[in-house]
């Protein structure tokens, strides 16, 4: 699938969406084919998984006809996976359901952002999952009423990895800094991160498809030395202010964005672990986006260690 994923990348030329290559784009097509093969298969009936891991490949060389895949030597490192893994193995709904109804908590925590959803996300460039709040429910099999707190996880910044439009991008010497001193830097792919300004519009979409019950404002830190601190409040399209968030990726790319300009802090807070210990200018940011938003913060990320958190409630 790795092989599969970069080829279609490379078929695409300028057009590339900056995947990972990591095959998952080509996993999820099998999945929506239906010849996808699930863990299920590998630790069950080893001759029905090597049938099956034959006909997908068989499909793929189709497709494909550079695609060089040495079946016996996959299946045999497959065979040792399946012992491997096997021990690690549930039946993941029951195993779920069973420690809510003997009263245990369920922390669930979403991968990648909801700008990448495939649903809701900057399509095409997004991942091929719901990355949203949808992803409970879908992904484990937890219905709706199940969950509770929904804590949003957002920079004091905004970032995304890759191509796609992105309104408040500042390709200049300020997401350079913000790069820089955030160590944005794509876990997966090694490719700096595009910065720019909080987004207010994007975190309100977000919010209202995920229902933030409240949120962790991190890395405020990385704006420590800027002497003046900007958020993108509204977009205009055609010299009209607009209320939604763009659905389609030529749209979002000809918003102009109205920011708001809020003095700095000038000093590093990275030692602070109270609300009240945070500089005038940093405490008056935070209240600001909880008032943009409509919803409190609940934690703020101060730096790099796990002790560096402010938590107000």
């Known amino acids: ?45 080893f001759s029905q998984f090597t049938e099956k891991f034959q006909a997908l490949v068989a499909v793929h060389e ?15 490192k497959y065979k040792e996976l399946a012992e491997r893994v096997r021990p690690m193995i549930v039946e993941s709904v029951t195993f779920l359901h069973d420690a809510l109804s003997s009263g245990k908590n369920v922390l669930v925590e979403g991968a990648n952002a909801t700008m990448l959803d495939i649903d809701f996300g900057t399509y095409p460039y997004v991942t091929s999952s719901n990355c949203s709040i949808g992803g409970v429910c879908t992904g484990l099999g937890l219905p709706p009423r199940n969950i509770g707190e929904i804590v949003g996880v957002v920079k004091a910044y905004t970032t995304r990895v890759g191509d796609g439009p992105f309104p408040t991008e500042q390709v200049n010497e300020i997401g ?103 500089p005038e200018n940093a405490q008056q940011y935070v209240t600001r986006i909880q008032q943009l938003l409509g919803v409190p913060v609940q934690y703020i990320g101060v730096g790099k260690g796990r002790e560096s958190i402010i938590k107000l409630f």
């Open 176 to 278: 350079d800094k913000l790069q820089s001193i955030g160590a944005e830097i794509g876990v997966t792919t090694q490719r700096k991160r595009r910065c720019g300004w909080l987004d207010i519009p994007l975190l309100r979409y977000t919010s209202m498809i995920n229902g933030y019950t409240s949120l962790a404002l991190t890395k405020l830190d990385v704006l420590d030395s800027f002497p003046e601190i900007k958020i993108g409040v509204s977009y205009s399209l055609n010299g009209q202010k607009i209320k939604h968030f763009p659905s389609g990726q030529a749209e979002l790319g000809s918003v102009t964005v109205e920011y708001e300009t809020m003095p700095g802090w000038n000093c590093s807070i990275q030692n602070v672990r109270s609300f009240s210990d945070l």
């Open 62 to 76: 189709k497709m494909f006809p550079n695609l060089q895949v040495d079946v016996a030597s996959e299946l045999e």
């Open 1 to 45: 699938m790795q092989q599969v994923d970069g080829m279609q990348e490379q078929e695409k030329g300028k057009k590339s969406l900056g995947t990972t290559k990591k095959g998952i784009g080509p996993t999820y097509s099998s999945k929506a084919s239906r010849i996808g093969i699930r863990i299920a298969d590998l630790i069950g009936d």
